[in-house]
């Protein structure tokens, strides 16, 4: 605690402290220490899937609101990284009509469907055994590309 208060005495400003626990709320996600598992908080899962099946309605909006909206769905997704891949419409409605007001376009609306049937699942077993295929993927606007490769499992759980 003395080292929080030589920072406030120079002007920082510091966020909460809290003590080591069995089960932590951190930046709206929940880390399970005992059962070594990490998931979106419930009530933020809740907002977001709310959000995304309204948004799978189609409704006008403009891509710095999906932009916001694809912001929450990022943090809450990373537990289960395979998720990130589902946006692909959306990222290009906000290239399209950042300040422009118009109807989703059916594609990102039945994204936005995809990702709140699958927000339930945004989580991670950390005790899950490491798996010797690598696999990774990437996309853009115009294209898209995967690789694979297996690699010792040792070396694996190194990289991380």
């Known amino acids: 605690m003395r080292l929080l208060k030589a920072f406030q005495v120079k002007g920082f400003v510091m966020h909460e ?85 118009q109807c989703l376009w059916r594609s990102a609306a039945y994204e936005s469907k995809l990702i709140a049937a699958l927000l339930p699942l945004a989580s991670c077993d950390l005790d899950r055994a490491w798996h010797p295929r690598v696999d990774a993927s990437d996309a853009s606007l115009t294209g898209c590309a995967a690789v694979s490769s297996c690699l010792d499992p040792a070396a694996v759980k190194e990289m991380g």
């Open 17 to 101: 402290v809290a003590l080591g626990e069995i089960t932590a709320t951190v930046l709206g996600g929940v880390v399970h220490g005992l059962e070594h598992f990490v998931h979106g908080k419930d009530d933020k899962i809740a907002l977001l899937r709310g959000v995304f099946l309204w948004l799978s309605s189609g409704p006008k909006v403009t891509g710095q609101v999906i932009e916001k909206v694809l912001g929450h769905f990022i943090y809450v997704a990373l537990p289960a990284r395979a998720l990130l891949s589902v946006p692909r419409a959306l990222y290009a409605f906000i290239k399209d009509s950042y300040l422009i007001p």
